[in-house]
Nanobody
């Protein structure tokens, strides 16, 4: 069973930057998307950013201009660089990789806490 391992979370002051990384423990075939979601206390999990096969990238309106996602399908890694962080960015961030072989499978990381506070 392939696992996703995240790193890079922590506590940062408002206006600061943080880089989240995610790596798979093994190979994953037929990846259609790689991305990051987050879940704040009392809220539903939401998409932060995703990189779709073919090069398209999607960002939540709340993070546009403040985040950059990058992926390496061959190494099965995905990173999220966040800038100008705000207190409302505080959440647990989850890495997600979707594969369509042998069937549609969503792989999830265990989550990494990001806290933006002065």
């Amino acid at each position: 069973q392939v696992q996703l391992v995240e790193s890079g979370g922590g506590v940062v002051q408002p206006g600061g930057s943080l880089r989240l990384s995610c790596a798979a423990s093994g190979s994953i075939l037929s990846i259609t998307s790689m991305g990051w979601y987050r879940q704040a206390p009392g809220k539903q999990r939401e998409l932060v950013a995703s990189a779709i096969a073919g090069g398209r990238e999607n960002y939540a309106d709340s993070v546009k201009g403040r985040c950059t996602i990058s992926r390496d399908s061959a190494r099965v890694t995905v990173t999220l660089q966040m800038y100008s962080l705000k207190p409302e960015d505080t959440a647990v961030y989850y890495c997600n990789i979707r594969s369509i072989y042998p069937k549609t499978i969503d792989y999830w990381g265990q989550g990494t806490q990001v806290t933006v506070s002065s």
